[in-house]
């Protein structure tokens, strides 16, 4: 062993990693996204009790925070176009579709908002049950239906208590994208890895990684700060 660490290859390393930074970033942005999406619906489901969906809703969430991200990447992965083709073969259903059209990123995508979809769902429910139960009658006593009441009374407060969980999920994303190249997605870690096999240095691609990831991460995290000090005090000045 020459040295321990060859600065010159990091440094020279870095530029073509952070090229695939913006995938990184769409990765996570899109599946933030989505998860809320998701999030929202199944905690409705879930404080509404609807029939059946809350029982199926209740199973997923079990199911996503009982199992690994890196296990539930691979079953879409493998099983959505298994299971379509299965579809095709034995019922003739979705014959004219063609599931190579599945790529690698709708796979990513779909198993990672629902991955996010479940732990929101359990934040955002637990925004809602915070807000007092009397608003939600003087909303029905001056005439606001049930619908306008959670879009226009409760989500709004609900949201501002769960964003601090909500920033901490969203850089969990960021970091937890580092899986995505296990399908063929390349990401920055992906791409560390392809320079990483190629010449063996390991050691300084990864430490190039951590050189991208905690800044970002740190930037996220202080303009989530921003973020939620201005609604605070939007807050603030709404009540006196």
Not at 63 to 79: C, D, E, K, M
Not at 206 to 215: D, E
Request: glycine letters at 6%; aromatic letters at 10%; proline letters at 4%.
């Amino acid at each position: 062993m020459d040295k321990l660490l060859d600065v010159d290859y990091l440094l020279k390393s870095l530029p073509h990693i952070l090229k695939y930074l913006p995938v990184t970033i769409w990765i996570a942005v899109a599946t933030m996204a989505l998860g809320m999406v998701i999030g929202l619906a199944t905690a409705l489901i879930r404080l509404y009790k609807v029939p059946v969906l809350r029982q199926i809703s209740a199973v997923y969430v079990s199911f996503v925070r009982g199992t690994p991200l890196l296990v539930q990447i691979y079953l879409v992965f493998y099983g959505i176009p298994k299971f379509i083709y299965y579809l095709q073969t034995q019922h003739g259903w979705m014959k004219g579709f063609d599931v190579n059209l599945i790529s690698p990123e709708i796979s990513v995508l779909l198993s990672f908002s629902l991955n996010l979809g479940a732990y929101l769902s359990e934040t955002i429910r637990s925004a809602i049950e915070s807000v007092d139960r009397g608003q939600f009658e003087a909303a029905e006593s001056i005439g606001m239906s049930r619908k306008q009441t959670m879009l226009k009374i409760i989500l709004p407060q609900a949201l501002t208590v769960a964003l601090p969980n909500l920033g901490n999920t969203f850089i969990s994303t960021v970091k937890d994208t580092s899986l995505v190249f296990i399908v063929g997605v390349i990401d920055i870690m992906g791409e560390a890895k392809i320079i990483g096999a190629r010449s063996l240095a390991y050691f300084e691609v990864f430490i190039a990684v951590s050189l991208i990831y905690w800044p970002v991460c740190i930037i996220i995290e202080r303009v989530l700060a921003i973020v939620e000090k201005r609604i605070r005090k939007y807050e603030r000045s709404a009540i006196s």
